[in-house]
């Protein structure tokens, strides 16, 4: 089980756009509909922000979306605000009941 | 409100043993999956194992498999990892988290499991 790839970091100014990206293999990512996003603040438990590739559990705001295309899952926050400012991971079911996570991101909020 | 407790967490010698417990509360805990995510301080997350609803079936992470067993009490509202021969690779913040599926809905705060020394 390799790890998904994210990039290492990302910025944006508040109220801009930007994306993350996750990238699998055929046998995970681009396999399954089951991808998820997490964030995670400093010394906190991880939160699910995105569920099957797209979804948005109740609470969740609008500006944070999520796609896929082939082996590649995207997290789009839009209107950036300073409390986005966090890591993010991508996770996706790598099948054989296993799942694997992507290595983080860390946005930052100029 | 859902509410996910680990605990049993500490300092254990390599080649050592610990068993961590997860004590749920506010959801119907029979009917969901139950998953361990590990996390090195200042690192990424890796999925450890997961329990189905009855803990007929398990899955493992290919690091732990054959070292680490996951099981449940349902009466109890309780996820279990028994961990033994640990390596000092296993240290981490472990977290127990629930969900339908393969996705987390809702995540504990974690315990500390130090292996040294």
């Known amino acids: 089980q390799s790890a998904l790839t994210q990039p290492r970091s990302v910025s944006g100014s508040p109220g801009q756009s930007v994306t993350i990206s996750c990238t699998g293999t055929?046998?995970?990512?681009?396999?399954?509909?089951?991808v998820s996003w997490y964030q995670q603040h400093p010394g906190k438990a991880p939160k699910l922000m995105i569920y099957?590739?797209?979804k948005r559990p109740s609470g969740v705001p609008d500006r944070f979306s999520g796609s896929k295309s082939g082996n590649t899952a995207s997290l789009t926050i839009s209107g950036l605000q300073a409390e986005d400012e966090a890591d993010y991971y991508c996770?996706?079911?790598?099948?054989?009941?296993?799942?694997?996570f992507g290595g983080g991101t860390k946005l930052t909020v100029l | 409100e859902v509410q996910l407790v680990e605990s049993g967490g500490g300092v254990v010698q390599p080649g050592g043993s610990l068993r961590l417990s997860c004590a749920a509360s506010?959801?119907?805990?029979?009917?969901?999956?139950m998953h361990w995510v590990r996390q090195v301080p200042g690192r990424g997350l890796v999925w450890v194992s997961r329990?189905?609803?009855?803990?007929?079936?398990?899955s493992y992470a290919d690091s732990v498999k054959g070292r680490f067993t996951a099981s449940r009490d349902n009466a109890k509202n309780t996820l279990y990892l028994q961990m033994n021969s640990l390596r000092a690779e296993d240290t981490a913040v472990y977290y127990c988290?629930?969900?339908?599926?393969?996705?987390?809905?809702?995540w504990g705060q974690g315990t500390l499991v130090t292996v040294s020394s």
């Open positions: 988290a629930m969900g339908p599926s393969y996705q987390f809905d809702n």
């Open positions: 506010g959801f119907t805990f029979s009917s969901y999956w």
């Open positions: 329990s189905n609803t009855d803990g007929s079936g398990t």
């Open positions: 055929s046998s995970d990512v681009g396999g399954y509909n089951y």
């Open positions: 099957d590739v797209s």
């Open positions: 996770c996706s079911y790598a099948g054989s009941y296993k799942v694997v």
